[in-house]
């Protein structure tokens, strides 16, 4: 079992900057993709940003460029830095993580890949 813990939602104006971050537990040595997903009210839970255990990473279109995930192993914490926020990413965001250590595989945006999850952090950003 993994147990994650997210910190660092907040209120921001357009334009502004957030770092999320988000401590591992357990049998961290499970898994091997970890990442954030966030929902907003109303919609499905979707991929923002993923990293394996080999620092490759992936990024939904929207955020490309804009966010950066990356994590500290010697510590279990995963963060995601992000700048430049806009409205539409107002919603919770969620740390996930898999089971997959075994079976190294490439890292997708997919909600259905992970099997652990924090309770999640809210970020909204206002005009």
């Known amino acids: 079992q993994v147990q994650l813990v997210e910190s660092g939602g907040s209120s921001v104006q357009s334009g502004g900057s957030l770092r999320l971050s988000c401590a591992a537990s357990?049998?961290?040595?499970?898994?091997?993709?970890v990442g954030w997903f966030r929902q907003a009210p109303g919609k499905e839970r979707e991929g923002v940003a993923v990293?394996?255990?080999?620092?490759?990473?992936e990024y939904a279109d929207s955020v490309k460029g804009r966010f950066t995930v990356s994590q500290e192993n010697a510590h279990n914490m995963l963060y995601l830095q992000m700048n430049n926020l806009k409205p539409e990413d107002t919603a919770t965001y969620f740390c996930?993580?898999?089971?997959?250590?075994?079976?190294?595989?490439?890292?997708?945006?997919?909600?259905?890949?992970?099997?652990?999850w924090g309770q999640g952090t809210q970020v909204t950003v206002t005009t």
């Open positions: 990293i394996d255990a080999d620092g490759s990473t």
């Open positions: 996930a993580a898999d089971a997959n250590a075994f079976l190294p595989q490439i890292c997708r945006l997919k909600t259905n890949d992970y099997e652990y």
């Open positions: 357990g049998d961290t040595q499970s898994s091997y993709c």
